[in-house]
């Protein structure tokens, strides 16, 4: 891209930009270019001159120079407030080279109103946001809109330490999931922006997210929650069993494609739906953003969405830790290799809140040998002739059972199988807590058709 100089990187790339996020660049009462900073101690030049000699003297580059008492915009509040200023470089120059300057400009306006306003450092084609005293300057995807920015002063001003929130032991009362909520809060204090939350299937993730939340919620550290999942059972079951459940009093929706409603607090959506979508939300919309099962969420064109958003964000999965692409940790800040919060599924065992199991591992002839017309009996062979098929073309490995073929009697054999060497419920008439993986959904409502025949006494499908 060519070099432009900073008035038309201002007219090409920013304004556009700003327009963009909902800022009026034409309207004086919205939007204002090129004011000056009055009001400023003299002496606070003199302090400054010597600061930029010494970055110079470091290394900083001399194009790095004193402020001119002239702010590139600043972004106003209904009331006149200037609640964001933005220096703008040409595109050649790097944003972070304005540090100096853009912290000089907000520490005088913090003294000429109730409060710092905070800061973007662009080039137009790189945006750097910075919350000054608070945290350290990071690149976002684009401006935030008025109200993202008023809900971020909203929570400057009224946060409180997230040690602070004591948890609620309505929604969660085990010491390890307790250890996982303070373990992530720690993280969020230290200055930490994402934490990666490990935890065996079956030892309640979904409740001690919603606790995070909930801690959250109460200490004014995040107003809008964002659930992703990837799957649309996972999405209702977070709303349902997940926040409506546990946080019953904030307003919540799941988000569909052809429908966005920005006036709740809690947010769920599939992650299919979201990468759709999220351009149509200001990157800084969301305060806090929960990945299920993250460790699919990161590759290819998901990972565009988990950069989009400058929300802190905590990632789920019940993948063991070894099993996890290092990648995963990277994105979530676990630069050593180990996750915000571990529990394993020994653990779980060994504490009593899951039990193991025993592999029983059978096959049938089929499975083992595939189906060859060169091996059936003259019976098979027959049935096959008056379904107009030719025996000795059929050639299937036991691979392709169920992909592509079925046959009816090895599916009853496998049940029957199941049914022998199964636990039994505590009547003894029904198999125990059994869960059965498919190999399409076509197979599993065979299955389903050939349990119901073999053992007429199982429940209906529950939904």
């Given at each position: 891209?060519?070099?432009?100089?900073?008035?038309?990187?201002?007219?090409?790339?920013?304004?556009p930009a700003l327009k963009k996020a909902g800022w009026d660049v034409d309207d004086e009462d919205q939007v204002g270019i090129e004011i000056p900073v009055?009001g400023f101690d003299p002496q606070a030049w003199q302090r400054l001159e010597v600061k930029l000699n010494r970055l110079r003297q470091t290394g900083v580059?001399?194009?790095?120079?004193?402020?001119?008492?002239?702010?590139?915009?600043?972004?106003?509040?209904?009331?006149?407030?200037?609640?964001?200023?933005?220096?703008?470089?040409?595109?050649?120059?790097?944003?972070?080279?304005?540090?100096?300057?853009?912290?000089?400009?907000?520490?005088?306006?913090?003294?000429?109103?109730?409060?710092?306003?905070?800061?973007?450092?662009?080039?137009?084609?790189?945006?750097?946001?910075?919350?000054?005293?608070?945290?350290?300057?990071?690149?976002?995807?684009?401006?935030?809109?008025?109200?993202?920015?008023?809900?971020?002063?909203?929570?400057?001003?009224?946060?409180?330490?997230?040690?602070?929130?004591?948890?609620?032991?309505?929604?969660?009362?085990?010491?390890?999931?307790?250890?996982?909520?303070?373990?992530?809060?720690?993280?969020?204090?230290?200055?930490?922006?994402?934490?990666?939350?490990?935890?065996?299937?079956?030892?309640?993730?979904?409740?001690?997210?919603?606790?995070?939340?909930?801690?959250?919620?109460?200490?004014?550290?995040?107003?809008?929650?964002?659930?992703?999942?990837?799957?649309?059972?996972?999405?209702?079951?977070?709303?349902?069993?997940?926040?409506?459940?546990?946080?019953?009093?904030?307003?919540?929706?799941w988000i569909r494609s052809y429908k966005i409603d920005t006036s709740n607090r809690l947010y769920v959506v599939s992650l299919q739906t979201l990468s759709?979508?999220?351009?149509?939300?200001?990157?800084?919309?969301?305060?806090?953003?929960?990945?299920?099962?993250?460790?699919?969420?990161?590759?290819?064109?998901?990972?565009?969405?988990?950069?989009?958003?400058?929300?802190?964000?905590?990632?789920?999965?019940?993948?063991?830790?070894?099993?996890?692409?290092?990648?995963?940790?990277?994105?979530?800040?676990?630069?050593?290799?180990?996750?915000?919060?571990?529990?394993?599924?020994?653990?779980?065992?060994?504490?009593?809140?899951?039990?193991?199991?025993?592999?029983?591992?059978?096959?049938?002839?089929?499975?083992?040998?595939?189906?060859?017309?060169?091996?059936?009996?003259?019976?098979?062979?027959?049935?096959?002739?008056?379904?107009?098929?030719?025996?000795?073309?059929?050639?299937?490995?036991?691979?392709?059972?169920?992909?592509?073929?079925?046959?009816?009697?090895?599916?009853?054999?496998?049940?029957?199988?199941?049914?022998?060497?199964?636990?039994?419920?505590?009547?003894?008439?029904?198999?125990?807590?059994?869960?059965?993986?498919?190999?399409?959904?076509?197979?599993?409502?065979?299955?389903?058709?050939?349990?119901?025949?073999?053992?007429?006494?199982?429940?209906?499908?529950?939904?």
């Amino acid at each position: 891209m060519p070099d432009r100089n900073e008035a038309k990187t201002r007219k090409e790339l920013i304004d556009p930009a700003l327009k963009k996020a909902g800022w009026d660049v034409d309207d004086e009462d919205q939007v204002g270019i090129e004011i000056p900073v009055d009001g400023f101690d003299p002496q606070a030049w003199q302090r400054l001159e010597v600061k930029l000699n010494r970055l110079r003297q470091t290394g900083v580059p001399y194009n790095v120079t004193l402020p001119a008492g002239v702010s590139d915009y600043v972004l106003y509040r209904p009331n006149g407030e200037i609640i964001a200023v933005v220096e703008a470089k040409r595109t050649s120059i790097n944003p972070r080279l304005a540090q100096a300057q853009t912290e000089f400009y907000v520490t005088e306006l913090a003294m000429q109103q109730s409060f710092p306003p905070f800061a973007f450092m662009t080039n137009g084609q790189e945006i750097q946001f910075w919350d000054v005293g608070q945290a350290n300057p990071r690149l976002v995807q684009g401006f935030f809109s008025p109200l993202d920015l008023e809900n971020l002063l909203f929570l400057r001003q009224n946060k409180r330490p997230l040690s602070e929130a004591p948890i609620n032991t309505s929604i969660t009362d085990r010491a390890y999931q307790i250890q996982a909520i303070r373990r992530t809060t720690e993280a969020f204090e230290q200055g930490k922006r994402k934490a990666l939350l490990v935890m065996a299937t079956g030892t309640g993730k979904t409740r001690t997210v919603m606790s995070l939340v909930d801690v959250f919620l109460s200490t004014n550290q995040a107003r809008r929650i964002l659930f992703v999942a990837d799957r649309n059972a996972l999405v209702d079951q977070s709303l349902r069993e997940g926040f409506r459940a546990h946080i019953p009093d904030e307003p919540s929706t799941w988000i569909r494609s052809y429908k966005i409603d920005t006036s709740n607090r809690l947010y769920v959506v599939s992650l299919q739906t979201l990468s759709n979508i999220f351009q149509r939300f200001t990157p800084a919309f969301f305060d806090l953003i929960i990945f299920d099962e993250v460790h699919r969420s990161i590759f290819n064109k998901w990972n565009e969405v988990l950069h989009y958003f400058d929300a802190r964000m905590i990632g789920l999965t019940a993948t063991p830790a070894d099993f996890i692409d290092r990648n995963t940790f990277l994105e979530f800040e676990c630069f050593d290799g180990l996750p915000t919060s571990l529990y394993t599924y020994q653990e779980a065992i060994e504490e009593g809140y899951l039990v193991d199991f025993d592999l029983y591992q059978a096959e049938t002839k089929f499975q083992r040998k595939g189906i060859r017309g060169v091996d059936l009996s003259e019976e098979e062979r027959n049935a096959l002739l008056e379904q107009g098929l030719e025996p000795d073309d059929i050639d299937y490995s036991g691979t392709d059972l169920e992909t592509k073929v079925s046959n009816r009697d090895t599916l009853r054999k496998q049940w029957e199988e199941v049914w022998q060497v199964s636990l039994k419920d505590q009547s003894g008439q029904l198999p125990g807590k059994t869960i059965v993986f498919a190999m399409t959904q076509g197979h599993a409502l065979r299955l389903l058709k050939c349990l119901r025949r073999c053992i007429p006494s199982i429940p209906a499908w529950p939904r």
